[in-house]
């Protein structure tokens, strides 16, 4: 497999084209237009809105029917608990300036790139060995800021203090302003709210999975990126719990061991297997090795390139600091490398931080062989001294205090240190027939609405026919908005082309008619949205009940018999059109 660096793809002004056979067609448009839009919010059109249910079909047949992991469904309105636990309202900041002048808000970490590099002065904002990612500091680009004079890039004005801004959309729930709501920024967190039920929805046994497709989140301070950056977004994550001590057992490796993927590590820029990945330690253990190979196969189902799509792991300072390791499946587009999914092992710490804040156990009992003696060290709370102090914490309070083993050093609940007088340690002796696990949690989360846009990049292609350009996207079968195209040759055939027509609707195709304008534009039609294949009614079908079946990227055509179309489109649209027609 050869990884293409190519950036621009043989296509001049690709990004602009896509977008315009988007727009044009149908797939994709800015939301309420007639208002002059909101950046960062997109509507997929009549075309879009097929292509990405059948994008979301495919993540379901991988991730759901072939991992087992049943979908649950949780609202995008979150409560605060949720976001204290995940440290969401602390931590999901971008940096952000104002203009005095102007009032504009800028993501102040672009400001300063961006002035940097119209200057060509090398920019040091991010840490100089992180060749890919940038994790920039308020510090570094509040001096760079001084020290530059860097002043508004819209009116030239002086620019405020950089200061964080948290991405959370807020709102209230129910009248008043008793209960504040934040608009999710990921999916995740509401399997991990529902823990305790999903635990024993599988009969407190691990591993399993739970995947969740629905909309996020994010405010962001000035999305430029059109349909790459936006605020209201789809995911598509599968959050997988683990036993700790089994991550590098994955019952299924061996059907992905030697799945080659292209690589690009602090130690290794290539491509290996995902087998060979695990025993040279380039992948921390199977369970996040074998979802990397199971995201490329989801990717490469829809139609990104393998030789554009790359297994990028982030750098320690990139990661969030609970994670072990983490990859970004990247896509190569016209806006360089994009992430797509992100796969990452992300311990216990979710878990471990909604047990904090809800002061409820969140562990699995795991069964030893045989029972064991053992002495333990537990924490008893005294709530003699809980309840006056803590008033209506306490019971959180002493559940928590409940569930430490051989604590070390002051204990603290919620950033305080309880008082000693809290509670009492004491040795015990006693018969376990098993331990308190809680589990990690390996995650692939996809971005759909990235996934569809690289997609359609990699699909869009402009060749020339009998001395005609044409535009075509050449979709993968699987996700194509229209499977198969009917049209009558002229206006005697309508009658006969509604009848195929029908006949390939009951069948359970994909099915558009189409009976206005030339042949020529009706072909043109299609092949921009991508469909695989037309067929069309001619004069020879009221002689011997045949059609012609005419291929979207070759445009090679074939005859079949009305009798076995069904047959042959199943067999083309299964096995490509070439094995099937010769
Ligand atoms: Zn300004």
């Not at 061991?257 to 690009?264: G, H």
């Not at 499946?329 to 360089?336: F, I, K, S």
């Not at 308190?436 to 759909?448: D, K, L, R, Y």
């Amino acid at each position: 497999m050869q990884l293409d660096k190519r950036r621009d793809i043989s296509i001049d002004g690709l990004k602009a084209r896509v977008l315009e056979l988007a727009k044009r067609r149908g797939f994709l448009w800015p939301s309420y237009e007639i208002y002059g839009g909101v950046a960062g919010l997109w509507d997929y059109g009549p075309v879009g809105a097929m292509l990405k249910h059948r994008v979301e079909s495919a993540w379901r047949d991988i991730f759901v029917v072939g991992e087992s992991a049943l979908p649950i469904e949780t609202p995008t309105i979150g409560v605060e608990e949720v976001f204290l636990a995940s440290g969401h309202l602390s931590n999901f900041v971008d940096l952000i300036v104002e203009c005095v002048n102007c009032q504009t808000a800028l993501r102040a970490d672009h400001v300063v790139t961006e002035y940097l590099q119209s200057r060509g002065i090398a920019a040091d904002l991010c840490d100089p060995d992180i060749a890919d990612a940038c994790v920039p500091s308020s510090e570094k680009t509040q001096e760079l800021m001084d020290s530059y004079d860097i002043m508004c890039p819209d009116c030239g004005g002086p620019l405020g203090k950089v200061h964080d801004f948290n991405l959370m959309f807020t709102t209230h729930i129910g009248p008043g302003t008793q209960r504040k709501g934040y608009l999710r920024p990921e999916t995740a967190q509401g399997i991990f709210a529902d823990f305790p039920r999903l635990l024993r929805f599988y009969r407190d046994r691990l591993p399993f999975g739970v995947a969740q497709i629905g909309k996020s989140y994010r405010n962001e301070i000035s999305p430029r990126q059109g349909v790459i950056r936006l605020r209201e977004f789809t995911q598509a994550e599968v959050e997988v719990f683990v036993d700790p001590r089994e991550k590098n057992h994955h019952p299924r490796f061996d059907e992905v061991a030697n799945v080659e993927i292209n690589i690009l590590s602090k130690d290794f820029a290539g491509t290996a297997s995902v087998k060979t990945a695990c025993e040279r330690n380039i992948i921390a253990h199977e369970y996040l090795a074998y979802h990397i190979a199971r995201c490329q196969a989801f990717f490469t189902r829809v139609g990104v390139r393998e030789s554009r799509l790359r297994f990028r792991q982030h750098l320690p300072d990139e990661m969030a600091h609970y994670a072990v390791d983490c990859w970004d499946a990247e896509g190569l587009t016209q806006h360089g490398w994009i992430e797509l999914a992100g796969i990452a092992d992300r311990t216990d710490y979710d878990l471990k931080q909604h047990e904090r804040q809800s002061g409820l156990q969140m562990a699995v009992f795991v069964p030893y062989d045989e029972p064991k003696e053992v002495e333990r060290i537990i924490v008893r709370p005294n709530m003699g001294y809980l309840g006056p102090k803590y008033k209506g914490k306490a019971k959180q309070v002493a559940a928590f205090l409940s569930t430490i083993r051989d604590p070390e050093g002051p204990i603290v609940f919620d950033g305080r240190i309880v008082d000693p007088e809290g509670y009492a340690i004491e040795t015990i002796r006693q018969t376990v027939s098993g331990d308190f696990v809680t589990p990690h949690v390996i995650e692939p989360s996809f971005g759909i609405d990235r996934s569809i846009y690289t997609l359609l990049e990699h699909a869009y292609d402009e060749d020339t026919i009998d001395g005609e350009r044409r535009i075509v996207l050449r979709l993968s079968p699987d996700i194509a908005p229209v499977e198969v195209a009917v049209f009558p040759l002229v206006k005697v055939l309508n009658e006969k082309a509604l009848e195929v027509f029908r006949l390939l609707r009951r069948a359970g195709f994909l099915v558009e008619y189409d009976d206005s304008g030339t042949i020529g534009r009706r072909y043109r039609r299609q092949d921009e949205i991508g469909t695989p294949f037309a067929v069309t009614i001619d004069h020879e079908t009221t002689e011997n009940s045949t059609v012609t079946i005419r291929d979207r990227d070759t445009t090679k055509q074939v005859r079949s018999s009305i009798e076995s179309l069904v047959d042959v489109l199943r067999g083309m649209l299964v096995r490509g059109f070439d094995r099937i027609s010769s």
